[in-house]
């Protein structure tokens, strides 16, 4: 049973031409998405649209571009919590100053999403790499298969540091 649940959500997402660049939030790929997979779909799957803007690189945050990182994230409902959702499988690459969304399926119904913790992980081959960090610009956006924008707000300021849990919060 667990084997055909995994490989209907792999269609599913190999369906929806899951990718980390759908576009501005709103656009009509992520409600075409939704809409194939309100009626297509033979179990419940909740899916949902991750967007982030990194800033622009200052002299105070010395923003830099992060090749092949891996972003991670987790959604906390009042009705359960997501699996760690690996959103970026084929590597990444973050540039100050872009804006980024992701498309997701929880896999069940999470009720209300009141936070958003994500992970992230640059591709460093250097061991004696120091811990690098993305600059978030303004709040984490989330929208569900309502297409209704919600704002998360970060818990400790812009600076998303490597290998750490980043919360935000609902608005």
Known sequence: MAFIMKSVLIAFLMACAVSSTLGRPGDEGFTQAADRAKTTTPMPVMTHQLTIAL??????????????????????????????????????????????????????????????????????????????????????????LSNIPVQYRPTVGPKFEEKKDYLTTKV
């Open 55 to 144: 800033q622009n690189k200052t002299k105070e945050n010395g923003a830099s571009k992060h090749n092949g990182a891996d972003l991670w994230v987790t959604l906390y409902g009042n009705k359960a919590t997501s699996a760690k959702l690996h959103l970026t499988p084929k590597k990444h690459d973050f540039v100050p100053g872009r804006t980024y969304s992701f498309l997701m399926a929880a896999g069940k119904d999470l009720g209300t999403v009141r936070s958003v913790v994500m992970y992230w992980k640059a591709n460093s081959v250097l061991i004696t790499t120091p811990k690098q960090s993305l600059w978030l610009e303004g709040n984490v956006v989330l929208r569900d």
